[in-house]
């Protein structure tokens, strides 16, 4: 996974690849893959690329990291049809359902964590943009009714408690599983007859 380009001032690291090798260990098929939050693309690409779906779409509002994301797409997905999409969760509106949807999102909370010298940096960490009640209603619109959708998120009590207060409020079912300091959220839809 060395071989992605990235920008200067960010870096994927082990939440992305946890995230993939978790949703590749529970042997799902998706013909129609979501990314939120896609940065340079390796979660939704490493999925493309083992689970060979019809769509990738990948939605990043940092201009920055789309040409990566971009070159990247060619370089590792050049057979599979790719979306890029720059633009927010809370205005983005699909034309079409995912029964995969993935996301390694900014999960600091505003004035928490550690606050960086690079306002990108800063944006790609800290929900200053969006936030999770966004994040969450994306989800809801995007998915399928028997999808799944994956996010990992720092196993942090205060984050953790604003995750599961929003999703309470959603029409999703959570599943956390506990990875030391973070967690992967499988989020379901509801059986509401």
């Not at 939605?59 to 050049?78: A, C, G, M």
């Not at 949807?101 to 306002?119: I, R």
Request: aromatic share 8%; glycine share 4%; proline share 6%.
């Amino acid at each position: 996974m060395s071989d992605y380009k990235q920008p200067e001032f960010y870096r994927f690291n082990r939440d992305s690849l946890l995230l993939v090798h978790r949703i590749l260990e529970s042997d799902i098929s998706a013909h129609k893959i979501l990314d939120l939050g896609a940065g340079c693309g390796v979660i939704g690409i490493e999925l493309a690329i083992h689970l060979n779906p019809t769509l990738l779409t990948s939605i990043e509002i940092q201009k920055d990291f789309l040409p990566y994301l971009k070159t990247n797409s060619e370089y590792f997905i050049p057979s599979i049809r790719h979306k890029i999409v720059s633009e927010s969760f809370s205005t983005w509106n699909p034309d079409t359902e995912y029964d995969l949807v993935v996301s390694n999102p900014p999960y600091y909370l505003p004035d928490s964590g550690q606050p960086s010298s690079d306002m990108r940096r800063g944006i790609a960490r800290t929900f200053s943009i969006d936030g999770w009640p966004s994040l969450l209603g994306c989800i809801e619109r995007s998915l399928t009714k028997e999808g799944r959708a994956f996010v990992v998120v720092k196993n942090e009590k205060k984050i953790v408690e604003l995750i599961r207060e929003e999703v309470s409020k959603t029409q999703l079912k959570p599943q956390e599983e506990v990875f030391s300091d973070l967690i992967v959220l499988e989020l379901m839809r509801l059986n509401i007859d």
